[in-house]
């Protein structure tokens, strides 16, 4: 090889060194530059966003994917959120800065104490599913059941009602966020997300408890379902709604879901 050759061989591989050290920078530069939307977009996971009408809650917006389930209910003046692993319900008062937090059984139990005159004594016969719907555009299950009030422990229907519950069959809801909303009045878990609740006592109107006007698909950031940091601890869900603590008027709030 002549020294002319060889030169110009050196002096190429000297420019192509340059080229790929320069590639191989700007492949790094460009992967720093998308890592942080690579980590936002990883906090994010596939969800649905209701707007419901509910005796209990009131309108209300709720947020739920596989992270957790997030209740904004404007009537209570609350935010009740769940999330995983431990699925514990966590209300909180933006206002007051104040939270408390249950088991979904304590929340339940909690609840259910609040009407306790009348939920002792209800008892659920013949559930089944009765058909398939659709509830603002999500496909659904209904299932019926008879509600009836024993008295004196004398097995004798008083009072007997018909209530449909349509429960979601979407992929996107954990059963653990459907407890959730579930441990909120006395419905059966292990069906799914209800949409639409509706109860019918002989003789009387039909009422719709619950109905789901809007469902949309979302990515959710799962930090919507955690409570704010600082807030304060406190006793009971009556001590986030009232300043006085009055168990009257949680009482009356709570009238909603024995209609």
């Known amino acids: 090889m002549s020294p002319i050759t060889a030169g110009t061989n050196q002096s190429m591989n000297s420019k192509m060194t340059k080229v790929s050290a320069q590639i191989a920078l700007a492949m790094i530069a460009f992967g720093l530059a998308l ?8 906090t994010k996971q596939a969800g649905l966003v209701l707007e419901m009408e509910s005796s209990f809650f009131g309108a209300s ?7 957790g389930i997030r209740i904004d209910s404007k ?11 431990s699925w514990s319900v966590i209300a909180f008062n933006e206002k007051t800065k104040a939270y408390y937090e249950a088991t979904q059984e304590e929340w339940r139990k909690r609840l259910a104490s609040r009407t306790s005159s009348k939920q002792a004594s209800r008892m659920k016969q013949d559930i089944k599913q009765t058909g398939t719907s659709k509830v603002a555009g999500q496909s659904t299950k209904i299932y019926r059941w008879s509600d009836f009030y024993t008295k004196g422990g ?3 229907k008083l009072n007997p009602t018909i209530t449909d519950f349509y429960a979601s069959q979407s992929s996107l809801i954990p059963k653990q966020a459907a407890g959730v909303l579930a441990s909120s009045s ?12 509706t109860r019918e006592e002989k003789g009387t109107k039909k009422l719709t408890l619950l109905n789901t006007t809007k469902c949309v698909e979302a990515p959710l950031d799962k930090t919507i379902f ?13 001590a986030l709604i009232m300043d006085t603590g009055d168990d009257d008027e949680m009482d009356s ?6 209609k």
Not at 61 to 67: A, E, Q
Not at 226 to 238: D, L, M, N, T, W
């Open 186 to 197: 006395d419905l059966p878990a292990e069906f799914g997300l209800p949409l639409k609740i």
């Open 61 to 67: 917006t709720i947020k739920v994917s596989k992270d």
């Open 35 to 42: 890592s942080p939307c690579a980590d936002a977009a990883a």
């Open 154 to 156: 004398v097995n004798k």
């Open 75 to 85: 009537k209570l003046g609350l935010v009740i959120v769940s999330h995983a692993p």
């Open 226 to 238: 955690f409570q704010p940091k600082g807030f304060k601890r406190v006793s009971s869900e009556v």
């Open 253 to 258: 709030l709570m009238n909603g879901l024995d």
